[in-house]
């Protein structure tokens, strides 16, 4: 017997209004340069995480040049399985990457308060307590991110092939899963639809 692939957790539009608000809401309240300059970092790994799919290491191992704004192009550099592949930047993103790097021309795009890397642990740990503040009682994380977005694509009517590619899969069968996610959705509008509609036969 098959053991059944538990379906990923992603975020809803609700939750991620409500966590991309927090985010925000740390901005605002920032006093200090350095703690807004933190704050902003982690809005925008947040924007990141949702509209391109990189896993949190990919994320620390962001580096300005693997950006490329006149093509709105994101080279993720040895990713899983020691694979490069390209995500597209989308345009709003594009515009607030490019603020977030000013002049830099080398070095991380999220660097720590000393100018390196970040820690995996420390990125983990600041979108978990995004979440808590956004009021998100349920556990999420850095690949929760990741899920959503890979989810949003399926239920826009991205190719699994494509979504696959994005993601850096290197197996059809690990993209599918997303398949069953919108699956699910699309049970519960018929379920709706027949309670307010004629009987089946």
């Excluded at 809401?25 to 807004?36: F, H, I, N, Q, V």
Aim: aromatic share 4%; proline share 4%; glycine share 8%.
């Amino acid at each position: 017997m098959s053991r059944k692939r538990r379906l990923p957790n992603f975020l809803r539009a609700p939750e991620r209004a409500q966590l991309l608000g927090a985010a925000q809401a740390e901005l605002d309240k920032a006093t200090s340069p350095a703690r807004r300059r933190a704050a902003a970092r982690d809005q925008l790994l947040v924007h990141v995480g949702l509209n391109m799919g990189l896993r949190v290491s990919e994320l620390c191992k962001l580096e300005v040049e693997h950006l490329d704004f006149t093509q709105r192009s994101c080279l993720v550099a040895l990713g899983k399985g020691a694979k490069d592949r390209y995500v597209p930047i989308p345009e709003k993103l594009a515009a607030r990457l490019q603020v977030w790097i000013g002049d830099r021309a080398s070095g991380p795009v999220f660097p720590s308060a000393g100018g390196r890397r970040l820690a995996i642990r420390t990125v983990q740990l600041r979108v978990k307590r995004l979440a808590k503040i956004a009021g998100i009682t349920r556990n999420v994380k850095c690949h929760t991110l990741r899920h959503t977005f890979a989810t949003r694509l399926i239920e826009t009517g991205a190719d699994i092939r494509l979504v696959q590619e994005l993601m850096g899969h290197s197996s059809l069968n690990t993209t599918e899963v997303y398949l069953h996610v919108d699956v699910g959705r699309m049970k519960g509008a018929v379920d709706r639809a027949a309670e307010d509609g004629e009987a089946a036969p």
